[in-house]
């Protein structure tokens, strides 16, 4: 049985994990990882693109930005989060303010220091994404379009850090980051109409509140059709291997997406909208290994 005093700590650490999205940061860390040996590395060996040290400082300095960025997200937000995730909320309070600050400090610190590892210019880019990050979560955020366009940015931005050290500019890799930013943006959206009462009270101006949840179920059936256009020459311009099979999938996901959508008045009906482009987003990660499995296995040694 645990003490009292190790369950406090359990408690605690439980507590920074959800403030940090601990399973959002591991996630991105593995996406970070698969599409460098799928897409951009795909010339070199397995073993090679896995162990390039320049490589894991990348991620690492991606993670600790990231997780930072959860952290000072979650301080401008506390009250917010009090209405719209309550329980969620609870289990955040208790670390106090004071330690998630000096942690998120810690962790920014972290990434610049891992990011020079790299170079001066990775350095360059992790402090102006950890500045972009604040100004989000303290300016942008509260902004319409603005603020869901710099999200959607922001979420994708560490793909560029290990697209930059590749130097990969193959058109594929354009297409694909398309189809992720509109998935991406339609998250954003879907979130503002599921934190409405939160927003409407801490006074943000997301879409829902400025222009109306018509207008944003408007603006998401937009975002969904678009997406057509990336799978679209994903389908038919490029060798994508069995990943086909993900955009059949997710194109039947978007139409009941776009059904539900229009039947649903709730933060409940929003949260199961939410769940779907969620799913779409990480298994979208894990489908790059159905482009080439053979050629993956021969590159493994």
């Known amino acids: 049985m645990f003490s009292?005093?190790?369950?406090?700590?359990?408690?605690?650490?439980?507590?920074?994990?959800?403030?940090?999205?601990?399973?959002?940061?591991?996630?991105?860390?593995?996406?970070?990882?698969?599409?460098?040996?799928?897409?951009?590395?795909?010339?070199?060996?397995?073993?090679?693109?896995?162990?390039?040290?320049?490589?894991f400082m990348l991620v690492l300095a991606s993670s600790a930005t990231i997780a930072g960025g959860y952290i000072i997200n979650n301080f401008y937000d506390s009250e917010k989060d009090l209405i719209n995730r309550p329980q969620k909320s609870m289990l955040d309070r208790l670390i106090s303010q004071n330690t998630?600050?000096?942690?998120?400090?810690?962790?920014?610190?972290?990434?610049?220091?891992?990011?020079?590892?790299?170079?001066?210019?990775a350095v360059i880019f992790f402090a102006f994404y950890v500045f972009g990050i604040w100004f989000y979560s303290h300016k942008l955020k509260k902004m319409?379009?603005?603020?869901?366009?710099?999200?959607?940015?922001?979420?994708?931005?560490?793909?560029?850090a290990i697209f930059m050290y590749y130097q990969n500019f193959e058109h594929v890799i354009f297409v694909h980051a398309t189809y992720l930013f509109l998935i991406i943006s339609m998250r954003e959206l879907t979130k503002d109409l599921e934190n409405i009462p939160g927003d409407l009270v801490q006074g943000y101006k997301t879409i829902p509140i400025a222009y109306g949840e018509k207008y944003s179920k408007i603006m998401l059936t937009v975002l969904a059709?678009?997406?057509?256009?990336?799978?679209?020459?994903l389908l038919t311009r490029y060798d994508i291997g069995y990943m086909y099979y993900f955009f059949y999938f997710t194109m039947f996901l978007l139409s009941a997406f776009?059904?539900?959508?229009?039947?649903?008045?709730?933060?409940?009906?929003?949260l199961i909208l939410h769940n779907i482009l969620k799913f779409i987003i990480f298994s979208g990660v894990f489908s790059l290994l159905l482009i080439n499995v053979d050629l993956v296995l021969n590159r493994l040694f």
């Open 4 to 55: 009292r005093k190790h369950k406090h700590i359990l408690l605690k650490f439980f507590s920074m994990f959800s403030v940090v999205r601990g399973y959002n940061v591991l996630m991105v860390v593995v996406a970070q990882y698969v599409t460098a040996v799928y897409m951009l590395a795909h010339e070199k060996p397995v073993r090679e693109v896995v162990f390039d040290l320049n490589l």
């Open 100 to 121: 998630k600050l000096s942690f998120y400090f810690v962790l920014n610190l972290l990434a610049v220091i891992m990011a020079s590892y790299v170079s001066f210019k």
């Open 144 to 160: 319409p379009f603005v603020g869901n366009l710099i999200s959607a940015v922001l979420t994708i931005t560490p793909f560029f």
């Open 225 to 233: 059709l678009l997406t057509l256009i990336p799978a679209y020459f």
């Open 258 to 270: 776009m059904v539900l959508l229009w039947n649903s008045d709730s933060k409940k009906h929003y």
